[in-house]
């Protein structure tokens, strides 16, 4: 967009916004729940939608003038039902983690027994985490994972027969693994839970036929709808044919939950653009494109282990890596790798790996991914480059060690970021990249 209005209006603001765009052109974004939405998505994003206010639901409005917001919201709705084969939609949460706690206010009462993963372990704040609203308000029983990274289905059993839980989550932030929603579903039915499978990461993957779908074993399933979906940053709760059929009212749970319960008017310009995305990802190119992310991800952990490089899981199933660092940095290094990626020009972030020896502030390990990257038109060959500048950064900042006393960690990584900015070879790096991410598509 030429925001010409901005250059005359804002200056300042607009200085920023062209910035992130050369960092964005110029660098390798590699967190993997961040991707590039298409031209027409960010016109919907942007457009004069924004203006409108529909507190309510299609022809159920408290405002008037609402005729076309209407027939789009009526449109993305129809459009997420037949691409994932779900019988009721909710597209007006405002991103997945509100939309996640509108299954809680549906289902559950304060102090309910609910489970999910624990965040340390792979999981999302919002599946019962103690620091979110979720474990604050609901007895929560957190499930793990083994040694090799799949979630340990003995526990999950052993924890539900024990807890009794009206609701289980199903689903991650850092699980490189396919979701395992069968086994889920069995343990669901032997204790009388709803099952809701949080698919954020893997939607884009489920739709284009490279990952389990949900919907056959699942009551809900949610999501958000930016990452491997590639639309903008909202959420969306669907209702599957199970899921009426254990409870007749639970669609009109959900959409209570969401208004009233925790919002007001949706955000119509968000709505039209996940509808037009909705649209793009019903295409046999996003299906091309679903597949690529997979063989990337796993075209990099291959050339990560030949470079030394420790994964959990030894290698990936979907569109993520998690990389365990404790033989390089010893425990709490992920920063430090993070960090000289970002200087070398190769945005990631820190994560805890399974069985954390540090704080979940200063975690062992990274979490990147192939959703961006692909949508810039990345292959294998390309990742394989990748992968040896990756290694190459952590290489060169493996001589840190985080602090074992928690009192000096804080000026240990100061003083780190103050030499990282500097050193040579992770600009040098940094130099190869940016030649590199010139030369690719930036949608």
């Not at 991103?95 to 965040?119: H, R, T």
């Not at 029983?141 to 839980?165: S, T």
């Not at 284009?208 to 809900?220: E, K, L, Q």
């Not at 909202?234 to 919002?263: H, N, S, W, Y």
Request: glycine share 10%; proline share 5%; with cysteine.
């Amino acid at each position: 967009m030429a925001l010409t209005h901005l250059k005359k209006s804002d200056p300042q603001l607009l200085k920023y916004i062209q910035e992130e765009a050369i960092r964005q052109k110029e660098g390798l974004e590699m967190i993997p729940s961040e991707n590039y939405t298409s031209a027409a998505v960010r016109e919907c994003n942007g457009s004069i939608l924004t203006n409108k206010y529909s507190e309510g639901y299609p022809h159920k409005r408290y405002y008037g003038g609402n005729e076309y917001i209407d027939e789009i919201e009526d449109l993305a709705r129809e459009r997420a039902k037949k691409l994932f084969g779900v019988e009721h939609v909710n597209v007006q949460p405002y991103s997945g983690s509100p939309a996640n706690f509108a299954v809680y206010v549906a289902l559950c009462q304060a102090g309910d027994s609910v489970m999910g993963l624990s965040l340390t372990e792979g999981g999302h704040l919002t599946h019962g985490w103690s620091a979110s609203a979720t474990g604050k308000y609901f007895n929560t029983a957190l499930y793990g994972v083994k040694k090799d990274g799949h979630v340990d289905i003995d526990q999950v059993w052993k924890l539900a027969k024990e807890h009794k839980p009206k609701l289980i989550w199903m689903g991650a932030t850092a699980y490189m693994f396919e979701y395992e929603f069968d086994k889920f579903a069995d343990i669901a039915d032997s204790v009388g839970a709803y099952l809701a499978a949080d698919i954020a990461h893997v939607a884009g993957l489920v739709v284009a036929g490279v990952h389990m779908s949900p919907v056959p074993y699942a009551h809900i399933v949610t999501t958000t709808t930016h990452k491997t979906l590639r639309g903008p940053r909202g959420g969306m709760i669907m209702v599957t044919k199970r899921g009426l059929e254990k409870d007749p009212e639970l669609a009109k749970k959900i959409d209570q939950a969401v208004f009233p319960g925790l919002q007001g008017g949706p955000h119509d310009h968000q709505t039209a653009a996940i509808a037009t995305a909705l649209l793009e990802a019903s295409t046999p190119e996003f299906k091309k494109y679903g597949a690529q992310i997979v063989k990337n991800a796993k075209a990099l952990a291959e050339e990560l282990k030949k470079n030394g490089i420790k994964l959990v899981g030894n290698g990936t199933e979907n569109h993520l890596l998690l990389l365990d660092l404790t033989n390089v940095f010893g425990p709490g290094g992920g920063a430090f790798a993070s960090d000289a990626m970002g200087v070398a020009g190769i945005t990631v972030n820190k994560n805890t790996i399974p069985q954390e020896p540090m704080s979940p502030f200063y975690p062992s390990g990274v979490r990147l991914g192939t959703p961006a990257l692909t949508s810039r038109g990345v292959k294998e060959k390309d990742m394989k480059k990748i992968g040896k500048w990756i290694a190459e950064a952590i290489e060169a900042v493996s001589d840190f060690k985080m602090p074992t006393e928690k009192e000096l960690r804080k000026d240990y990584l100061a003083n780190f970021r103050n030499e990282v900015v500097k050193n040579k070879k992770l600009l040098a790096i940094h130099k190869e990249v940016k030649n590199f991410a010139r030369t690719l598509y930036l949608p």
